[in-house]
T-cell receptor
Framework: DAGVTQSPTHLIKTRGQQVTLRCSPISGHKSVSWYQQVLGQGPQFIFQYYEKEERGRGNFPDRFSARQFPNYSSELNVNALLLGDSALYLC?????????????FGDGTRLSIL | EDKVVQSPLSLVVHEGDTVTLNCSYEVTNFRSLLWYKQEKKAPTFLFMLTSSGIEKKSGRLSSILDKKELSSILNITATQTGDSAIYLCAANNNAGNMLTFGGGTRLMVKP
């Protein structure tokens, strides 16, 4: 069975640009969560979506937004990119939304801002 | 604000050694504690702990949760070079799939 897939693998942008990252969950998983991992730190929670609805938001500015589609795939959008947005962006999926089962992560998108 | 702290920050051992990694948490409405292994990219799920005092085991790895002390340990026996990785601890609350991660322990196992 395919795991969580993310695209693109790597991305280079300049300050002020906008970026869209994509995630396909494991088949049968309805919940998708996004995390930002800065080099040398643990991942930090950005958003959780379940059945196309936002169920949680971390401490990130409004420049960050996301959505979930009817097939449960998800997109993370970041506007007005800053140098500090350079990080590994991880997507995780799980069957439900309550945290009763573990989340499984994709390989991430490495975003570099010049 | 929810918080997870891991220690040590890094550890260097030789093959065959046994290691213990520590994780402490302060989480409102705590639900579960999870351990992940991160080698290059995707954190790989190891254990999910919800009940205090019940050890979970998978091969040479084991983990236990202490809800009284708000902590967990991950043990690795007879370490191998393939165990070299960053080990992440994360706590979940009742609100849903919003993990709070610690900073990780970087383990290096030398031949």
């Amino acid at each position: 069975d395919a795991g969580v897939t993310q695209s693109p693998t790597h991305l280079i942008k300049t300050r002020g640009q906008q970026v869209t990252l994509r995630c396909s969950p494991i088949s049968g998983h309805k919940s998708v969560s996004w995390y930002q991992q800065v080099l040398g730190q643990g991942p930090q929670f950005i958003f959780q979506y379940y059945e196309k609805e936002e169920r949680g938001r971390g401490n990130f500015p409004d420049r960050f937004s996301a959505r979930q589609f009817p097939n449960y795939s998800s997109e993370l959008n970041v506007n007005a990119l800053l140098l500090g947005d350079s990080a590994l962006y991880l997507c995780a999926s799980s069957p439900g939304s309550t945290g009763g089962q573990p989340q499984h992560f994709g390989d991430g998108t490495r975003l570099s801002i010049l | 604000e929810d918080k997870v702290v891991q220690s040590p920050l890094s550890l260097v051992v030789h093959e065959g050694d046994t290691v213990t990694l520590n994780c402490s948490y302060e989480v409102t409405n705590f639900r579960s504690l999870l351990w992940y292994k991160q080698e290059k990219k995707a954190p790989t799920f190891l254990f999910m702990l919800t009940s205090s005092g019940i050890e979970k085991k998978s091969g040479r790895l084991s983990s236990i949760l202490d809800k009284k002390e708000l902590s967990s340990i991950l043990n690795i026996t007879a370490t191998q070079t393939g165990d070299s990785a960053i080990y992440l601890c994360a706590a979940n609350n009742n609100a849903g799939n919003m993990l709070t991660f610690g900073g990780g322990t970087r383990l290096m196992v030398k031949p």
